[in-house]
């Protein structure tokens, strides 16, 4: 992939991520600093860093899928990869 097909590719999935919403704030994860890393590679495999606002969030699995199926069906991503990690540990200043 070109380098303006990989920016086209990850300026939607910032888009995408902008669309999913914390259960308990209403504010998408990306603006929440939720969002620690995204690496997508030439070949179209994604990978995401991700936490949460607290560690012990009950809606932990229906986020992290939430984000895996929406960036999944964003065309030139082949295969993504959700990682979810507590360090450094999310706060309200992020």
Same mark, same amino acid.
């Given at each position: 992939?070109?380098?303006e097909e990989k920016l086209a590719i990850?300026?939607?999935i910032v888009e995408v991520l902008k669309?999913?919403?914390d259960p308990e704030?209403?504010?998408?994860?990306?603006?929440?600093?939720l969002i620690y890393r995204i690496e997508l590679q030439d070949d179209g495999n994604l990978e995401v860093d991700m936490t949460l606002t607290a560690?012990?969030? &009950?809606?932990? #699995?229906?986020l992290v899928e939430d984000v895996r199926m929406r960036?999944?069906?964003?065309?030139?991503i082949t295969a993504a990869t959700i990682n979810l990690v507590?360090? &450094?540990?999310? #706060?309200k200043e992020m």
């Open positions: 992939m070109t380098a990850e300026e939607r669309t999913v919403y704030i209403p504010v998408d994860i990306y603006s929440l600093g560690p012990n969030c &009950p809606a932990a #699995d229906f960036i999944e069906g964003i065309t030139g507590f360090e &450094p540990e999310w #706060d």
